[in-house]
């Protein structure tokens, strides 16, 4: 028997349909706070999940989406839509996706023999489906762990194991009023010239799916120094650094340019930093004091325990 459900993330709807009787949300509960108890008027793309798809051959290889260290092969359709394997980081082939031209709809397949192998095939076809779907929305699926303080979120990216995740935490251990909105794929719009970040279901290995929003205060790419530093990049570097932290499809003309405007406009909207810092509270200071303006004003720290 067929269950739809309806989500609403970074204020667009979706719509995911599971025809298996072993499939159901309870594989995706990250979701659960973005659920909606009717069904919206629109959704940007609408997901079928069914293990017993006809699939067809996959067509011509185009690439590969690097997800978090997982490789993602990307082919090209004879209708003009995109097929995906998902593979975890063992290789194991978790889901395989077919979508039409624009991404609004999507087959998705789950091969892992495992919650936890079904759980990464079903989440990864997702996330893709929402941000190649919206990506000429002013959207943008953003690699960064963004924290809260006074009503406006920061973002801090940086590759993998960089210390994105580190620096927020400095933020709220030293910081009064910080809380983190998401660890690893936050929702970026820009909104009738206004930068805004939600929280969304993909936060890595962290816990952290709030659906929560707020104004964009400030972006900032680190990087490991020997000393703390701080400086405004020129709008080039801000691109060149923003881009690769997208989620994009570069074979897809029309995401790659709706991605390409969308940071266009944050740069314009907000400006980015690079802070080169030490895992220590004087970096968490220093990035929050020059990219707030508030300098040697800040609040006291907080006592470590």
């Given at each position: 028997?067929?269950?739809?459900?309806?989500?609403?993330?970074?204020?667009?709807?979706?719509?995911?349909?599971?025809?298996?009787?072993?499939?159901?949300?309870?594989?995706?509960?990250?979701?659960?706070?973005?659920?909606?108890?009717?069904?919206?008027?629109?959704?940007?793309?609408?997901?079928?999940?069914?293990?017993?798809?006809?699939?067809?051959?996959?067509?011509?290889?185009?690439?590969?989406?690097?997800?978090?260290?997982?490789?993602?092969?990307?082919?090209?359709?004879?209708?003009?839509?995109?097929?995906?394997?998902?593979?975890?980081?063992?290789?194991?082939?978790?889901?395989?996706?077919?979508?039409?031209?624009?991404?609004?709809?999507?087959?998705?397949?789950?091969?892992?023999?495992?919650?936890?192998?079904?759980?990464?095939?079903?989440?990864?076809?997702?996330?893709?489906?929402?941000?190649?779907?919206?990506?000429?929305?002013?959207?943008?699926?953003?690699?960064?762990?963004?924290?809260?303080?006074?009503?406006?979120?920061?973002?801090?990216?940086?590759?993998?194991?960089?210390?994105?995740?580190?620096?927020?935490?400095?933020?709220?251990?030293?910081?009064?009023?910080?809380?983190?909105m998401n660890d690893d794929n936050p929702v970026v719009r820009v909104i009738n010239g206004q930068a805004i970040v939600y929280g969304s279901p993909w936060s890595g290995k962290t816990a952290c799916y709030r659906?929560?929003?707020?104004?964009?205060?400030?972006?900032?790419?680190?990087?490991?120094?020997?000393?703390?530093?701080?400086?405004?990049?020129?709008?080039?570097?801000?691109?060149?650094?923003?881009?690769?932290?997208?989620?994009?499809?570069?074979?897809?003309?029309?995401?790659?340019?709706?991605?390409?405007?969308?940071?266009?406009?944050?740069?314009?909207?907000?400006?980015?930093?690079?802070?080169?810092?030490?895992?220590?509270?004087?970096?968490?200071?220093?990035?929050?004091?020059?990219?707030?303006?508030?300098?040697?004003?800040?609040?006291?720290?907080?006592?470590?325990?």
């Open positions: 028997m067929e269950r739809t459900c309806y989500y609403k993330v970074g204020g667009h709807s979706l719509a995911i349909t599971f025809v298996d009787e072993g499939n159901d949300e309870r594989l995706i509960p990250s979701f659960a706070p973005f659920r909606l108890e009717e069904k919206p008027d629109e959704v940007v793309f609408s997901m079928m999940v069914d293990d017993h798809l006809d699939w067809e051959e996959d067509g011509e290889e185009v690439g590969v989406f690097d997800c978090g260290g997982c490789d993602h092969g990307v082919y090209r359709l004879s209708n003009g839509g995109y097929g995906y394997s998902v593979h975890d980081i063992r290789n194991v082939l978790c889901s395989r996706m077919r979508t039409n031209a624009d991404f609004s709809v999507c087959q998705v397949s789950l091969f892992g023999e495992t919650w936890v192998q079904r759980n990464y095939g079903l989440n990864n076809a997702l996330m893709m489906a929402y941000a190649f779907s919206t990506a000429c929305m002013g959207t943008m699926l953003m690699h960064a762990s963004v924290i809260r303080h006074e009503g406006k979120g920061y973002l801090m990216t940086a590759p993998s194991g960089t210390g994105k995740s580190t620096h927020t935490r400095l933020w709220y251990d030293n910081i009064p009023g910080c809380d983190l659906n929560i929003e707020a104004p964009v205060g400030g972006l900032v790419r680190i990087q490991q120094r020997p000393e703390n530093t701080i400086r405004k990049y020129s709008t080039i570097e801000a691109f060149c650094n923003l881009l690769p932290a997208m989620s994009n499809m570069k074979w897809d003309e029309r995401v790659y340019k709706g991605v390409c405007d969308g940071i266009s406009e944050l740069i314009r909207i907000v400006g980015m930093y690079e802070l080169g810092c030490l895992p220590n509270a004087e970096a968490a200071i220093l990035c929050h004091d020059t990219i707030t303006g508030e300098g040697s004003s800040h609040a006291p720290l907080k006592e470590k325990l």
